[in-house]
């Protein structure tokens, strides 16, 4: 099985977004803050040409971290039947890529408790105390430098 990584739009993510993130919700909930702004970029990962996972990179600093140039990792997601894959680990590689073109020197996400080991094995550190988002559970800040 051949996975490619590349850039997609925005509205493309809807399609992994909405069934996997926002099961429960309007499919205008997957329009995030952010999503439209230059310095965002939008990675998705194909399978014979059928998107299965994505992630979304936002040009935001986390106050705690003193580094000039940060990014933000938000609505990483793989379709059900393509985990277990290394889709996502794909789209993190190829994200720190382009990361690194930008001269990135800190990339953050809050991470859903159960996706904590994932990040871990990429190479993020648990940063503070669990907390709650509302109508999503617990989660954690993780951190790359």
Known sequence: MKIKVREI????????????LRPNQGIETCDYPGDHDE????LGAFVDNKLVGIASFYEE?????QEEKQYRLRGMATLPG???MQI?????????ALLRERSTSIWW?????????????LGLAIYGE?????????HKVMVRK
């Open 82 to 84: 393509y985990r277990g």
């Open 61 to 65: 600093a986390f106050e705690d971290f």
């Open 88 to 96: 996502g680990a794909q789209l993190i590689h190829a994200a720190e």
């Open 109 to 121: 996400c809050n991470a859903r408790k159960n996706a904590i080991g994932f990040y871990k094995k």
């Open 9 to 20: 739009q925005a509205k493309e993510t809807y399609a992994v977004r909405h069934p996997v």
């Open 130 to 138: 669990e907390f709650e988002i509302e109508g999503i559970g617990p």
């Open 39 to 42: 310095m965002t970029f939008h």
